[in-house]
């Protein structure tokens, strides 16, 4: 049964979205007022007074005379926000905190304003995305979600802002409060667990009480799919001490923050019955390879929600092993900079999901996008040629776009690198199929390949794997330019034991399997080397993790980089590989 707060929701977002047309001029001309003057628009707008203007002829006037920008073009802008200097320079509202993108797709953090729009605009995705869900897969009111989040370290710039990754600001945040409160659904774990800043010691008290409240959890989520596969292979080596503790009401001496500590014990007391109950059930479960441990271990759980698509789609598999048949629903598609769409077809495969733009969250311009003439390719950085951006209300089925951001929070067609197509519309929005991140992250020479490839590719080599019963954990790349002629490298970790044989026929494959035209020529005339397999010992990706944590990262938005040329990455990579081959797809032998 839809309940009224849902229906409210739901029936807003149509609103919204038979005139999102117009809803996009108003939302630029609000932006725009509300920021009239600033240092930046300023320098574009001159002296011309727009608060009087008509919308549509503002938002001409705007996309004519504001150029499109990237993160290095805002950057002094930002860092002398950072620095403390309070003169309006993006917004007229001040600006307190900063966010920090994860910064695993660039290979660099970025520093992102964060308002309390950022938070107000977290709360309504959650709430209308929640509504959603629950026409699909209702959940009993006042149930518990076991959440899977983790907050990361705050820390002040010379300025006094404080910097965080958006994730954390909205954990911190009375939004993230409101948001259990109106859609009555509460966090298993209480707030010192997840912004305890250590995420082996969050992930413990998140399972602990995650078992603790079995009974009423009634979906399992985290930001990014990641988590949950992290979170569940530490369960496999963690359940005995989290049954004792069920057993005995006490806590592993391996959580060490003292808030954290009386934050958990608070809550639990002993509980022999279900430490009983659990631990025969993880028996069982052992012996089949996890299968299913999320339904068995979370009898009433109706779903789990994450995002499952781009750089996530790698952990799919695992995850489906895990969750059996609890429907698995991908979540929704936002970034630092700015929320951008909702999943409004909550049962969709997560290979199939599409998000419906929020128009009123920012102004969004879409860059046609076409792939280039192989024959004309003479840029090593992009495989695009791109047209004019266009507004939302001139997007095409079936056409790639890279979207661009103007926000309430100081960008201005701010290119946000995502590519995305237009799957549909949800009356007169579009919903967005997300493709992969703009940058090329394998090239040697001419040739050119995206995330999106490398996974193709990585998917393909590894279907081998599973008929030795063994998994791919994860997997990153570098395009090695040291030595001529320059090569790929592929980066593997991998769970079971595999025959030299078949690993070298999963890199011969791997080769095999980029169709992209620049590097089968330079392939076939050995301007590009064979592909080399990597495999590293168990546990690297966890060093590759810790490694971003300790740099700030928190692992509520943590990507694994798809393509290093960072020399911690490959120092780290290189020092843990124990096995390397050669392909032979093209003739040479090694
Ligand atoms: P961050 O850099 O931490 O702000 O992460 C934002 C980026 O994560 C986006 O620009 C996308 O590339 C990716 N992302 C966010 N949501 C989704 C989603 N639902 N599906 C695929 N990729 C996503």
Not at 131 to 160: D, H, M, N, V, W
Not at 173 to 179: A, V
Not at 392 to 398: A, E, I, P, T
Request: aromatic fraction near 10%.
């Amino acid at each position: 049964m839809e309940r009224n707060g849902e229906s409210d929701i739901i029936g807003w977002f149509d609103e919204v979205a038979e005139t999102a047309d117009s809803v996009q001029t108003q939302t630029l001309s609000q932006i725009l007022r509300l920021n009239y003057g600033v240092e930046y628009l300023k320098k574009w707008f001159r002296d011309i007074n727009i608060q009087e203007m008509e919308e549509n002829a503002l938002e001409s006037l705007f996309t004519s005379l504001v150029p499109l920008a990237s993160h290095a073009d805002l950057e002094p802008y930002i860092q002398r926000i950072a620095d403390g200097d309070e003169a309006p320079l993006l917004t007229q509202e001040a600006i307190t905190n900063l966010s920090l993108s994860s910064g695993t797709t660039e290979g660099r953090q970025k520093f992102v304003p964060f308002t309390k729009h950022s938070s107000k605009t977290t709360l309504q995705v959650f709430k209308l995305a929640a509504a959603y869900r629950s026409r699909i897969y209702p959940i009993r009111e006042g149930g518990r979600i076991l959440e899977l989040i983790y907050g990361s370290k705050q820390f002040k710039t010379k300025g006094g802002l404080t910097v965080g990754t958006a994730t954390t600001h909205y954990y911190a945040s009375e939004e993230f409060k409101i948001k259990q409160e109106q859609t009555k659904s509460f966090t298993c774990s209480p707030e010192a667990v997840i912004s305890s800043g250590d995420y082996n010691q969050s992930t413990y008290c998140h399972l602990l009480l995650g078992l603790h409240f079995r009974d009423e959890v009634e979906f399992i989520t985290s930001t990014f799919a990641y988590s949950i596969v992290q979170a569940f292979r530490s369960f496999e080596e963690l359940w005995r001490e989290i049954c004792d503790d069920i057993r005995e009401g006490s806590l592993s001496s391996r959580i060490t923050i003292t808030k954290v500590r009386n934050a958990v014990l608070d809550i639990i007391s002993p509980n022999p019955c279900l430490a009983s109950r659990i631990a025969s059930t993880c028996e069982e479960l052992e012996v089949k390879d996890w299968f299913c441990m999320i339904p068995k271990l979370w009898p009433n759980a109706k779903y789990v929600y994450s995002i499952m698509t781009g750089s996530m789609q790698p952990y799919l598999r695992k995850l489906r092993h895990y969750a059996g048949n609890l429907p698995l629903v991908s979540a929704d598609y936002g970034s630092t900079e700015s929320w951008i769409g909702v999943n409004v077809n909550p049962s969709s495969p997560p290979e199939k999901v599409t998000f419906a733009v929020m128009p009123t969250f920012s102004y969004f311009e879409f860059i046609p996008l076409h792939s280039q003439n192989q024959q004309n390719a003479n840029s090593n950085t992009d495989d695009f040629i791109e047209e004019d951006p266009v507004p939302l209300s001139q997007v095409k089925l079936g056409q790639e776009y890279e979207i661009v951001l103007t926000t309430f929070t100081g960008l201005y067609r701010y290119r946000l690198g995502d590519v995305v197509e237009v799957a549909g519309f949800h009356k007169k929005i579009p919903k967005l199929n997300f493709i992969c991140r703009r940058k090329l992250i394998l090239t040697v020479n001419i040739d050119k390949n995206t995330e999106k490839d490398l996974q193709l590719v990585v998917e393909r080599g590894s279907q081998a794997l599973s008929k030795s019963k063994a998994e791919l954990v994860d997997f990153t790349s570098h395009a090695d330019v040291a030595k001529q002629p320059g090569h790929y490298v592929i980066y593997w970790e991998i769970n079971g034991e595999v025959e030299e044989r078949v690993l070298r026929e999963c890199c011969r494959e791997m080769d095999a399997s980029f169709v992209d035209h620049g590097y089968v020529v330079s392939r076939r005339t050995n301007s590009i080397g064979p592909l080399e397999l990597c495999i590293v010992e168990k546990g690297t990706f966890k060093k590759i993790l810790e490694h971003f944590i300790r740099n700030g990262a928190a692992l509520s938005q943590f990507k694994t980089p798809r393509c290093t040329s960072n020399q911690v990455l490959l120092k780290i990579l290189d020092a843990c590989t124990i096995k390397r081959f050669r392909s032979t797809a093209y003739g040479q032998e090694f």
